[in-house]
């Protein structure tokens, strides 16, 4: 087994085809066709069942492509950290945010910091939260920034801070700002991708109110700044982060809307492993510790 | 002429780099409004501010929303 056996296995199992993946991967069917038999006589497995619509991964096919995943991720890692490595100290830093975080209150404190620690590689990426604990307890990845909070024997926690999401609609669409929930059901409600942490918060605070799903409106979009625009130029309402909102807010494109008073608040932090110790992911926390709470926009 | 800069939205460096090009347009008196949303802007751009000769004042909007008035003095 090698990492190229591991590589195609994973695309072929994310294109479900293996022409596909070897037009992806710039090799030959022949190629990956080999190189998959090669790894299921190693592992005594079948790992695809072929057809002639393509591959649909077996269970066995499953197991391994979780494992696979963490593997690359990890030797890839490896590898752009031995890169890095001067005889003393590896200076590169690996740092997965969740995309709102990442976009609109991380760049500011990265800046500062990197003032300050100029030989220091910073790798920046943005992933859901519940990847982020992946990334980090199994693929090398040195920091996470997650919503709400995560901690086990392996991982530390250290609490960043507060923020809210607000009900949004554009300022031409809505006469009144004071609205009941149930109104809710009449309109069509813009939400984030099902996978955000943010979402989870924002389904649980309506069902707690007695709100039932299935009867809202939702259409879904990954892109906070796609759900600005529509909610610009429709008769939409979101439910979105402060941190995202604020420069609409204040130019007042964008009003927000008092629902039954209802207030959803959420928590981030900053996750790393305890065991990996590198003195460059050190300088970041106690930067974060001391100074970069303040910078945090 | 006075001038208004909306860097909302800008991350750092662009707002001072930005706020500097425009102040050295300024006239005596003349003043420079600047609006950001990130927190390290307001910290630079007094930092910056502060060895030159005006005023400033700095005013929280909003929740992470600053309005800074730069006068040039001379």
Redesign the interface.
């Known amino acids: 087994m090698d990492m190229d056996s591991l590589r195609v296995f994973c695309k072929t199992f994310s294109c479900r085809s293996i022409s596909l993946a070897a037009k992806e991967l710039f090799l030959t069917q022949p190629t990956i066709t080999h190189k998959l038999k090669s790894l299921e006589i190693e592992l005594n497995l079948i790992l695809f069942e072929r057809s002639n619509k393509g591959v649909i991964p077996t269970q066995a096919g499953h197991m391994v492509y979780n494992y696979a995943q963490n593997m690359i991720g990890l030797y890839e890692n490896m590898i752009l950290d031995l890169a890095s490595y001067d005889g003393e100290t590896v200076k590169r830093l690996t740092i997965s945010s969740c995309s709102t975080f990442g976009q609109y209150a991380l760049?500011?404190?990265l800046?500062?910091f990197k003032k300050r620690a100029a030989h220091i590689e910073l790798q920046l990426e943005h992933a859901f939260s519940t990847d982020i604990i992946i990334q980090v307890k199994e693929q090398g990845v040195d920091i996470g920034f997650i919503e709400g909070t995560y901690s086990d024997k392996e991982i530390e926690c250290l609490s960043i801070g507060k923020s809210q999401l607000l009900f949004v609609a554009s300022p031409e669409f809505l006469l009144c700002k004071t609205l009941k929930l149930d109104h809710l059901y009449d309109f069509n409600l813009l939400l984030m991708h099902h996978k955000s942490t943010l979402r989870r918060i924002i389904e649980n605070a309506l069902k707690n109110k007695g709100m039932d799903l299935k009867k809202l409106n939702i259409i879904e979009s990954p892109s906070l700044e796609s759900i600005k625009s529509a909610l610009l130029s429709s008769q939409c309402i979101s439910i979105l982060p402060?941190?995202s909102i604020?420069?609409e807010?204040?130019?007042k494109s964008l009003v927000s809307l008092n629902f039954n008073d209802l207030v959803m608040e959420y928590s981030f932090s900053l996750i790393h492993k305890k065991q990996i110790v590198k003195p460059c992911k050190t300088e970041f926390i106690d930067y974060i510790k001391t100074e970069g709470l303040?910078?945090?926009? | 002429m006075n001038q208004y800069v909306d860097a909302l939205g800008d991350m750092c460096p662009i707002p001072l780099l930005n706020a500097k090009k425009m102040y050295s347009d300024l006239e005596k008196n003349e003043y420079l409004k600047l609006v950001t949303d990130h927190s390290c802007v307001v910290t630079n751009i007094h930092e910056y501010f502060n060895y030159l000769p005006c005023q400033i004042t700095i005013d929280e909007v909003a929740n992470g929303v600053w309005e800074i008035l730069i006068i040039k003095i001379r």
Request: proline share 6%; charged share 30%.
């Open positions: 760049p500011c404190s800046f500062e402060y941190m604020k420069k807010l204040y130019t303040k910078k945090l926009c």
